[in-house]
């Protein structure tokens, strides 16, 4: 199969038909072998049983539907499991994402040999402060700390290699950093497109005020995660030693300190008077207890069944 298109949606029930008659259009104008994979995230109107009605109509639809809603990366998650195209597209189901930018997407794929390609909204219909300037900020943030030099990470229109997202697990709110999962699982070459968006036809738009408290923290968590899963004591540790170290100087001093002052007969004030000393004592406490974490970090992962679990492509013998 050449593509699957992977379709998370939820209170969509307006746009999904004229959606996968557009999909249907542009694989049968390009002979592609496909398949849509639609993923109803608990939706409270009749999402459902347009997919249901759809699926009677083209046997290319493919459907799950959740009890309630789990969110958008529970949805890529089930619908990344289950697709088997060689080329895989995800899109939203608003209309919002154009369904003709698929042919250069999966010539970018296995043409150009990219592992990801991410859409590019160059020019956008949103709202200037509630999500452009936002958006702006987040993706130049990640750029930074990701060193992945795309514009727009958070584009819902993306394509992939098969192996890409057999590979990479996304959840929580993590649909926003795939390409910082695919880097980490080891695909690096990720590319970009300049794709069309379309203001919104149907509904209204299903993300709220939260995703600026979401973004960051799951920004965080992804870049803790990458880099210090498999070896904790090396963050926790390093930090805890560093604090130790800053209190320990600073209590060794005000020891010296306080031993010159005895031997030249000077009866001071107590080194327990001094503020300095309880900075240092909590330094050394807090140091402590980073160390320790790393530790027990370490204990946990080297017990983990997955601790040897590496993404491997092909395996040769000698």
Same mark, same amino acid.
């Given at each position: 199969m050449d593509i699957s298109v992977v379709i998370p949606l939820f209170n969509e029930e307006e746009s999904l038909p004229e959606l996968a008659a557009w999909i249907k259009k542009v694989m049968e104008k390009n002979n592609f072998s496909y398949e849509i994979?639609?993923?109803?995230?608990?939706?409270?109107?009749?999402?459902?049983?347009?997919?249901?009605?759809?699926?009677?109509?083209?046997?290319?639809i493919k459907g799950i539907k959740f009890r309630r809603n789990y969110?958008?990366?529970?949805?890529?998650?089930?619908? $990344?499991?289950?697709?088997?195209?060689?080329v895989v597209i995800t899109m939203?189901?608003?209309?919002?994402?154009?369904?003709?930018?698929i042919p250069e997407l999966f010539r970018m794929i296995k043409e150009d040999g990219f592992d990801l390609v991410s859409g590019w909204k160059k020019k956008r219909f949103d709202p200037?402060?509630?999500?452009?300037?936002?958006?702006?900020?987040?993706?130049?943030?990640?750029?930074?700390?990701?060193?992945?030099?795309?514009?727009?990470?958070?584009?819902?229109?993306k394509a992939y290699r098969k192996n890409v997202i057999k590979s990479i697990e996304v959840y929580g709110e993590m649909h926003r950093?795939?390409?910082?999962?695919?880097?980490?699982?080891?695909?690096?070459n990720i590319g970009e497109k300049v794709v069309v968006h379309?203001?919104?036809?149907?509904?209204?738009?299903?993300?709220?005020?939260?995703?600026?408290?979401?973004?960051?923290?799951?920004?965080?968590?992804?870049?803790?995660?990458?880099?210090?899963?498999?070896?904790?004591?090396? $963050?926790f540790g390093i930090l805890g030693a560093l604090i130790f170290f800053v209190g320990f100087a600073a209590a060794a001093y005000l020891g010296v300190e306080k031993i010159i002052q005895l031997n030249q007969g000077i009866t001071g004030h107590l080194i327990t008077d001094s503020p300095y000393?309880?900075?240092?004592?909590?330094?050394?406490?807090i140091g402590g207890q980073f160390f320790l974490a790393g530790f027990l970090g370490e204990l946990v992962s080297r017990s983990a069944s997955e601790r040897n679990k590496y993404q491997i492509d092909i395996k040769t013998f000698e």
């Open positions: 994979m639609m993923i109803d995230d608990g939706s409270h109107d009749n999402s459902w049983k347009v997919v249901e009605q759809l699926q009677k109509e083209n046997s290319s969110g958008k990366s529970a949805a890529l998650y089930c619908g $990344f499991e289950a697709v088997q195209g060689d939203d189901a608003d209309l919002q994402d154009s369904p003709d930018e200037v402060l509630t999500k452009n300037i936002p958006s702006k900020l987040y993706n130049w943030t990640v750029r930074r700390m990701s060193g992945i030099k795309l514009h727009d990470m958070n584009c819902g229109l950093y795939i390409p910082v999962l695919a880097k980490w699982a080891g695909y690096n379309a203001e919104r036809k149907y509904g209204v738009t299903k993300f709220g005020l939260e995703r600026f408290v979401r973004g960051p923290l799951d920004l965080l968590s992804v870049m803790f995660i990458s880099r210090f899963v498999k070896r904790p004591m090396h $963050f000393f309880y900075i240092a004592l909590t330094s050394m406490i």
